[in-house]
């Protein structure tokens, strides 16, 4: 398949490497178009009140690649309409690898990953992130290690990777073009190559508290919170899911927005 690839940690990310890696390995054709730097929390924003530049960039991964100073949503619109060959028919936007889950309602919504391949549903085509969930000590670690993931956390991101291009066709092939679907893939700490993929859907959680107080000069602070699970005991959810060593897999489907 003819796939385009973006996140929302940056074309810098191993977790984006390792996945174009995998989806070349399994031999698709693939374009990427990341953010130059990382868009994290930013959800479906678009850069309304200035200019985007694009740049054709080679970060060796073998193929087409763009580094954009925008957001996801900007990264795919721009991609898939300036960008990517007239000539060259786009099969499916897959967005991640995220570091971090994105499960739950909460998550889902303000996630970059989730909207850069939202933005490939609302160019009628299917969509897929992908995104592995991290221990608050294992995310602390891969950050002060400059994002260089430990021998440990790096054969995780290997299998997922492998999970990921050998789930990417089936998810393409179930889904039906002009559908608005997005599915939602959360990869477990650790995952291996035995984990099972799973059905779920997202999980009710409410997260107050995003914001420390105010500091001497007045300025507040996005910190991490997992948010408090008020969801009922049935069907089963991603944060669950994730919790007992599987790979959640949810499907988003925003046609159902407002039933």
């Given at each position: 398949m003819?796939?385009?690839?973006?996140n929302?940690?940056g074309i810098a990310?191993?977790f984006?490497?390792?996945l174009?890696a995998a989806?070349l390995?399994?031999?698709h054709?693939?374009y990427?178009a990341?953010?130059k730097?990382?868009?994290?929390?930013?959800?479906a924003a678009?850069?309304?009140s200035?200019?985007v530049?694009?740049a054709a960039?080679?970060r060796?991964?073998?193929?087409a690649t763009?580094?954009?100073?925008g957001?996801?949503s900007?990264c795919?619109?721009i991609?898939?309409?300036?960008l990517?060959?007239r000539?060259t028919?786009?099969?499916a936007?897959v967005?991640?690898i995220?570091?971090?889950?994105?499960a739950?309602?909460g998550?889902?919504i303000?996630?970059g990953?989730?909207?850069?391949?939202?933005?490939?549903?609302?160019?009628?085509?299917?969509?897929?992130?992908?995104?592995?969930a991290?221990?608050e000590p294992?995310y602390e670690?891969?950050k002060?290690?400059?994002?260089?993931?430990?021998p440990?956390l790096l054969?995780?991101?290997?299998?997922?990777a492998?999970h990921?291009?050998?789930?990417?066709?089936?998810l393409?092939a179930?889904t039906a073009?002009?559908s608005?679907v997005?599915?939602?893939?959360?990869?477990p700490?650790?995952?291996?190559a035995a984990?099972?993929?799973?059905r779920?859907?997202?999980?009710?959680?409410v997260?107050p508290?995003l914001?420390?107080?105010?500091c001497?000069?007045?300025?507040?602070?996005?910190?991490f919170h997992p948010?408090e699970?008020?969801s009922p005991a049935?069907?089963l959810t991603?944060?669950?899911?994730?919790?007992a060593g599987?790979?959640?897999h949810?499907i988003?489907?925003?046609?159902r927005?407002?039933?």
């Amino acid at each position: 398949m003819n796939l385009l690839v973006t996140n929302d940690d940056g074309i810098a990310s191993p977790f984006l490497h390792e996945l174009v890696a995998a989806l070349l390995a399994a031999g698709h054709a693939v374009y990427v178009a990341a953010p130059k730097t990382e868009q994290s929390w930013v959800g479906a924003a678009k850069s309304r009140s200035r200019p985007v530049h694009a740049a054709a960039v080679d970060r060796g991964f073998g193929c087409a690649t763009w580094s954009i100073d925008g957001t996801p949503s900007d990264c795919v619109n721009i991609a898939l309409d300036h960008l990517i060959p007239r000539t060259t028919s786009i099969d499916a936007v897959v967005s991640g690898i995220n570091v971090g889950f994105n499960a739950s309602l909460g998550f889902i919504i303000a996630s970059g990953t989730i909207a850069g391949a939202w933005e490939g549903a609302l160019h009628g085509l299917p969509a897929i992130a992908f995104s592995q969930a991290l221990t608050e000590p294992a995310y602390e670690a891969l950050k002060t290690a400059h994002d260089i993931p430990d021998p440990a956390l790096l054969v995780t991101l290997r299998h997922s990777a492998a999970h990921a291009a050998r789930l990417t066709p089936a998810l393409v092939a179930a889904t039906a073009p002009q559908s608005f679907v997005v599915h939602n893939v959360n990869f477990p700490l650790p995952c291996t190559a035995a984990s099972a993929v799973v059905r779920a859907v997202p999980a009710q959680v409410v997260i107050p508290r995003l914001f420390t107080p105010a500091c001497a000069h007045g300025t507040h602070s996005l910190r991490f919170h997992p948010g408090e699970d008020i969801s009922p005991a049935g069907p089963l959810t991603d944060r669950t899911a994730l919790a007992a060593g599987h790979i959640s897999h949810t499907i988003l489907d925003y046609t159902r927005l407002g039933r």
